[in-house]
């Protein structure tokens, strides 16, 4: 059974074309939610942890809320490098504090 | 650049050689991590470190040997692959259970 779930699994944008990507998660208790940027050939790039419902966090063009069953990542008036597959993990309370289980991904294409 | 360094950044090796992929952190991390991520996937949680010692082994077969030789070091011994074994392994960091992951580049395996 799936616990975290992402969608779009690929999102094409335009330049300045502003989105957003969501995770799902089926977890009974989240511990915390992690967000990161993985380019091709590179490792995970992390940006962002949300813990709580309702906690938003920023940096640059991109925004990451939580609420009870979802995180979105909100990409503004986004740029060709903002390109990239995005990862969404989380955490569980009640098994081993050390295990991420990641959504599949989406991949964002923004065009120049 | 990231704070996880990974060596070498590939590898090719036949099924019957003995190889050992490395790697470093020295932002004080207590917990080091070892994934493996196939192409188009999310990656794979194989074995944690905490304190230097073994926490979670994921089921990996035998012919995967980690080692933690200090806190800021930790090997991948490798031994008889299989060619499903081709893969990107990556090696990650926290600063304990429930803090961000901070990932390497990876090493690209292959096997023959």
């Known amino acids: 059974e799936d616990q975290v779930t992402q969608s779009p699994e690929a999102l094409r944008l335009q330049e300045g074309e502003s989105s957003s990507l969501n995770c799902s998660y089926t977890v009974s208790g989240l511990r915390g939610l992690f967000w990161y940027r993985q380019d091709p050939g590179k490792g995970p790039e992390f940006l962002f942890t949300l813990y709580s419902a309702g906690e938003e966090k920023e940096k640059e063009r991109l925004k990451a809320t939580l609420t009870k069953k979802e995180s979105f990542l909100h990409i503004t008036a986004p740029k060709p490098e903002d390109s990239a597959t995005y990862l969404c993990?989380?955490?569980?309370?009640?098994?081993?504090?050390?295990?991420?289980?990641f959504g599949a991904g989406t991949t964002v294409t923004v065009r120049a | 650049d990231t704070e996880v360094t990974q060596t070498p950044k590939h590898l090719v090796m036949g099924m019957t050689n003995k190889k050992s992929l490395k790697c470093e952190q020295h932002m004080g991390h207590r917990a080091m991590y070892w994934y493996k991520q196939k192409a188009k996937k999310p990656p794979e949680l194989m074995f944690v470190y905490s304190y230097e010692k073994l926490s979670i082994n994921e089921s990996v077969p035998s012919r995967f040997s980690p080692e933690c030789p200090n806190s800021s070091l930790l090997n991948l011994h490798l031994h008889a692959l299989q060619p499903e074994d081709s893969a990107l392994y990556l090696c990650a960091s926290s600063q304990v259970a429930h803090q961000p992951q901070h990932f390497g580049d990876g090493t690209r395996l292959s096997i023959l």
């Open positions: 993990a989380v955490q569980q309370e009640g098994t081993n504090d050390y295990k991420l289980s």
